[in-house]
């Protein structure tokens, strides 16, 4: 425990100076009444009550005194609260192949709009930060309870050019909440190159001070809305399937599962993209495979009903953790109740309120 006002603490010592001064008036008034009455006569002169009639009013006054003095120093406790440490981060596609119509009026517009329903229907304690990913993942907002930043973020949402998704998933997982420290999968790395850290400068959300590993932390979430189409890898050398299947261990060793909601329409479409028209394939069994191996649920199509069985899973981790809380209202409320319950005690045995 600790104090805002420790210096009020001194006022402590009144406590034992007002006892010694109630002792001194009581002798003193036991003396006077020994010098005006015979021994004999004062029990039926002075009626004295039953010592403990006296005692606990004296006692709860006391008490009351004491909690009313050590709350004047603002004392702050770590009691533990629950608290909802749920952090999901939502990873939105914006390669070109987002720009298909086979949703309407895009794909890309069909997953911001899905990424606003999610951020609407989660409870408002979960923490949820936003990623963009196409040849490289952006960290665009960390997990916060911030909505109007989160759906802000999502307005600006452009598209760009091809798809990588395992660096958005190695992205998404380094955003949560301890896990920023985590050494990407080497495989996934270029050879012979190094690659910006997309979360370099951004600090590490805190956690609890047990948390040593990623076993320890609370689970987290990765929401993945993308069509699915990966063409694009940190590593050429490495096939696309492979980049994938390293990426989803990546995060199921960080304790995170991966939720995805594929976005198109069976089959693929053709556009018209600057002019030419562009086959735009749709592969929801990638993303199927990703939440098949971290634990997680792919959802097609993502209808209200789902998204709302989905927040609700994700929206909701609690955890008893010490929180810094000052207690001073809470002892001055105990502080007056025992003062009541005093009086009424008084006023009960002795007929009159000290």
Do not use: C
Not at 30 to 44: G, I, M, N, V, Y
Not at 70 to 87: D, G, H, I, Q
Not at 283 to 299: D, F, S, W
Request: proline residues 10%; without cysteine; aromatic residues 6%.
């Amino acid at each position: 425990m600790s104090f805002t006002w420790p210096a009020f603490l001194w006022l402590l010592l009144l406590i034992p100076l007002f006892v010694g001064l109630l002792v001194w008036a009581n002798r003193r008034r036991e003396r006077t009444a020994e010098a005006f009455a015979d021994a004999r006569l004062l029990p039926s002169v002075v009626r004295q009550p039953p010592k403990a009639h006296v005692r606990w009013p004296l006692a709860l006054q006391l008490l009351a005194l004491f909690l009313l003095l050590f709350a004047a120093a603002r004392p702050v406790a770590s009691p533990p609260l629950p608290t909802n440490k749920a952090a999901v981060v939502l990873a939105v596609d914006t390669s070109r192949s987002m720009l298909a119509a086979d949703l309407n009026p895009s794909r890309l517009e069909a997953a911001k709009a899905t990424a606003r329903k999610f951020i609407e229907l989660a409870p408002p304690t979960t923490q949820i930060g936003l990623v963009s990913f196409s040849d490289s993942a952006s960290a665009l907002v960390m997990p916060t309870t911030d909505r109007q930043k989160l759906l802000e973020a999502i307005e600006r949402l452009k598209p760009a050019q091809n798809t990588s998704i395992e660096n958005a998933i190695v992205t998404g997982v380094r955003m949560l909440p301890g896990r920023k420290n985590l050494k990407p999968p080497a495989e996934l790395q270029p050879p012979g190159l190094g690659q910006p850290d997309p979360l370099q400068g951004v600090p590490d959300l805190p956690v609890s001070p047990q948390s040593q590993s990623p076993q320890d932390l609370p689970p987290g979430s990765v929401v993945i809305l993308s069509d699915g189409a990966s063409n694009v890898s940190t590593n050429p050398g490495l096939p696309t399937r492979n980049s994938l299947e390293i990426a989803a261990r990546f995060a199921k060793n960080a304790n995170v599962k991966l939720f995805t909601f594929p976005m198109g329409q069976q089959g693929g479409t053709v556009a018209q993209i600057e002019g030419r028209n562009y086959y735009i394939p749709f592969e929801p069994r990638n993303l199927e495979q990703l939440a098949q191996a971290t634990g997680g649920k792919n959802t097609y199509p993502p209808t209200e009903e789902a998204l709302k069985a989905i927040a609700k899973e994700l929206g909701t981790v609690i955890r008893w953790e010490g929180t810094k809380t000052e207690i001073a209202s809470l002892l001055s409320g105990v502080a007056a109740f025992l003062m009541l319950l005093a009086a009424g005690l008084s006023l009960r045995w002795q007929r009159r309120v000290p």
